[in-house]
């Protein structure tokens, strides 16, 4: 099946300062990616759908400013999180969809464990 | 809005069946999903079910669809402690570039 890479797997960073993370589409183009989050013991929650060439749209209570989303090309989306503090230490999921019909599979990265200190 | 409800814990023996239980509000939902989530890792589909269908069977997977009461189910048989992990279900509706809407996750307990 086709094949998202996330990047980094983990990261450790300090609070203050801005963590980028990768989210690539290997084996096909991704018109649509889209980022979660995950808290402890908890479902994945839809931070932003994010389209090819055009801006990110947010979920309601999701800081634009503070999640910036780039989506520049068919097979790279990225999140970076700006200014880090502990309350962002979470597990961030991408994932995208090969197609633009309902029933195309979403295929979901290995997620990234960022912990901010 | 779109809301998916699962029990949070199961716990099995070894070489029982499994049943994970899911109920969705969207009645225009046109696939529902099944994930696995493996501790630390991403998700991993399982299998997938077109709202027109009553059951879908994948080896020891079996995935059975009630519309009228919006009620998903998969069942695993003959578990294995490699199942044990915790299973999302999730549903889309027919939109391009709409996101999965996922359940709080059921956490599966296998034991030996």
């Known amino acids: 099946g086709a094949v998202v890479s996330q990047h980094p797997s983990w990261v450790i960073c300090k609070s203050g300062t801005s963590v980028k993370i990768e989210c690539r589409s290997l084996d096909f183009q991704a018109t649509t990616m889209f980022w979660y989050r995950q808290f402890p013991k908890q479902s994945l929650m839809l931070m932003a759908t994010s389209n090819e060439g055009s801006k990110a749209t947010y979920e309601q209570g999701v800081e634009k400013d503070k999640f910036l989303i780039n989506h520049a090309s068919l097979t790279l989306s990225t999140l970076t999180v700006t200014s880090a503090h502990p309350e962002d230490s979470s597990f961030y999921i991408c994932s995208a969809r090969s197609g633009t019909g309902g029933g195309t599979e979403a295929f979901f990265g290995q997620g990234t464990r960022l912990t901010v200190v | 809005g779109e809301d998916v409800e699962q029990s949070l814990f199961l716990s099995v023996r070894e070489g029982d069946s499994s049943v994970i239980n899911c109920t969705y509000t969207?009645?225009?939902?046109?696939?529902l999903y099944w994930y696995k989530q493996e501790p630390g890792a991403g998700l991993q589909l399982l299998t997938y079910?077109?709202?027109?269908?009553d059951m879908k069977q994948d080896q020891r997977l079996t995935v059975l669809l009630n519309k009228k009461d919006k009620h998903l189910s998969l069942r695993i048989a003959d578990t294995q402690t490699g199942d044990s992990a915790i299973y999302f279900c999730?549903?889309?509706?027919?939109?391009?570039?709409?996101?999965?809407?996922f359940g709080k996750g059921t956490t599966l307990s296998v034991s030996s």
């Open positions: 969207d009645s225009s939902s046109t696939y």
């Open positions: 999730a549903e889309i509706a027919n939109q391009a570039g709409t996101a999965l809407i």
């Open positions: 079910i077109f709202s027109n269908m």
